[in-house]
């Protein structure tokens, strides 16, 4: 067997193996770098979302990459002892995904990443033991003397047990752990602590199709001690809890028309915004012509489910006086198809008509606070409206649409039979905005960064961003942000500098 094993036939394939073991790895991690949700999801069976796309980019590509590394200097050098580190790293993960298989509530998904580490892990280790029988051993390396001494295997097999003893009283540990935590949960948020000032946060930034990465539209501004909601797509009172939004304090809940991705959260809104707070008073829901219809419909929806949390709470939690909300229509608007909804001697707020015909009429909103300024344009084409009210703006946020991924998702749809997808997706190329023209409004009006929101199709990974941004940085010069939920901006009067954070981890 030894003889077998250590001919020069044999260590030059495992050799071989090794060598394209480690290419692969190096590739996995250079793909981690480049494009991490893609990896991620397709073939480490992670979860990609919000800021923990920086840790998955970050550390796991350096775990492939380093791994590559070690493979590669382990086949190319004398030291073939090299190929051991590579190795120990995927038993280790091996052992991590053994323990998933038996505690998470799906390990079948680990299944192909579990078995192509154990095939890396055979072939960079019969490459060493092909090399350490061979006819030219290389003298026992250091690094194999201080492993298998007793000063190392002493503390190993501590370390062992210890890991059979916390997986043995995991009950008791997770008990403790949530204890421990659940202060911090319930801390103050991030929005609280946030300095005067301008923030713009992303809570909901997808649209009516469905998306793994985004819920329905949903942006709050705080200006000051000021908070507004604009729009309540599904899934977005969720984000806002999770963001840790005041909504019990906000001035207003501002829509910019009725279709159900801006609108479907409503009752959900309401309805936590009313016992988060004890309101004594519904809150205020501003929109065009027939909001009034609409708020109605939702307080008639929840009437039912306030009167059980009044008898359950009672006035602690649930004042009958403030639940639902209140319809206000907005009116008034001048010659440039504008109108101020709310005003103090810092903060305006400007409500103005877009184009998003047939749905008719529909606005954007303008907020101006202590010399700093967003425009939210909400569904709409290019209009001239628009454009005024972006005039100089530091940030604009707007939605954007790219019309040859759809004619892809059009021409699939009708090679699969599904006419009335296809039909969709031709039809709202009529009344959205493409990426490069929301980059000309930014240009024309000097707008000094533009975030695309309402993601239409959805982008399930970062890497496809250029292409639905497509021209846009050719016209446009300045920032350029493809919005995700969580994401805020935060602009402080006096600079011109926004800052960027994400409030969903």
């Known amino acids: 067997m030894k003889k077998l094993l250590g001919n020069d036939v044999t260590v030059t394939v495992t050799r071989i193996l090794a060598g394209v073991v480690g290419v692969i790895l190096l590739l996995i991690g250079l793909s981690i770098l480049i494009m991490p949700e893609v990896v991620g999801t397709f073939l480490l069976s992670l979860s990609t979302t919000g800021a923990g796309i920086n840790s998955l980019r970050a550390d796991l590509g350096a775990l492939f990459l380093g791994m590559g590394f070690f493979a590669l200097l382990g086949v190319f050098s004398r030291y073939r002892w090299l190929l051991l580190v590579p190795v120990v790293f995927l038993v280790l993960v091996m052992f991590g995904r ?34 350490a029988l061979s006819s030219k051993p290389e003298p026992r390396p250091p690094v194999l003397k201080a492993i298998f001494n007793l000063r190392f295997l002493i503390p190993a097999a501590v370390v062992v047990v210890l890991l059979i003893i916390a997986f043995a009283a995991r009950p008791q540990i997770g008990s403790r752990l949530w204890s421990g935590a659940i202060s911090g949960m319930i801390s103050q948020s991030e929005i609280e602590d946030l300095p005067d000032g301008l923030h713009v946060g992303l809570a909901g930034t997808g649209a009516p199709m469905p998306d793994s990465k985004r819920v329905g539209q949903s942006t709050f501004v705080m200006a000051g001690k000021h908070l ?240 639905f941004a497509g021209d846009s940085d050719r016209i446009y010069k300045g920032p350029i942000t493809i919005a995700h939920d969580g994401m805020l901006f935060s602009l402080l009067p006096g600079t011109n500098e926004i800052e960027e954070k994400w409030l969903l981890r």
């Open 228 to 467: 507004f909601l604009v729009d309540c797509g599904a899934g977005s009172t969720l984000n806002l809890e999770l963001m840790k939004v005041p909504i019990e304090t906000a001035e207003a809940i501002l829509l910019t028309h009725f279709h159900s991705d801006h609108i479907a959260d409503l009752g959900e809104l309401l309805l936590k915004s009313w016992t988060y707070g004890a309101r004594t008073e519904p809150m205020l829901v501003m929109g065009l012509e027939g909001v009034e219809s609409v708020v109605e419909g939702f307080n008639m929806a929840f009437r039912l489910d306030a009167k059980y949390r009044y008898a359950h709470h009672g006035d602690a939690v649930a004042p009958p006086s403030g639940a639902g909300g209140r319809a206000k229509t907005i009116m008034g608007f001048g010659e440039d198809k504008s109108t101020v909804v709310f005003q103090t001697d810092d903060l305006t707020v400007t409500a103005f008509l877009v184009d998003h015909r047939p749905v008719e009429p529909a606005v954007g909103y303008r907020f101006d606070y202590k010399g700093r300024s967003v425009v939210v344009s909400g569904d709409t084409l290019p209009t001239e409206s628009l454009m005024s009210q972006a005039e100089g703006v530091d940030l604009l946020v707007h939605e954007a649409m790219n019309p040859e991924m759809l004619a892809v998702l059009n021409r699939e749809a009708s090679t699969a039979g599904q006419d009335v997808a296809a039909s969709v997706a031709n039809d709202i190329l009529t009344y959205h905005t493409f990426p490069e023209e929301a980059a000309r409004i930014a240009r024309d009006a000097n707008v000094g960064h533009l975030v695309m929101t309402h993601i239409l199709p959805p982008m399930p990974a970062a890497v496809l961003h250029p292409a």
């Open 98 to 131: 053994l323990i998933g298989v038996s505690v998470d509530p799906f390990p079948i998904t680990t299944t192909g990443a579990l078995v192509g580490e154990l095939i890396f892990a055979f072939f960079l280790s019969s490459a060493v033991v092909t090399h």
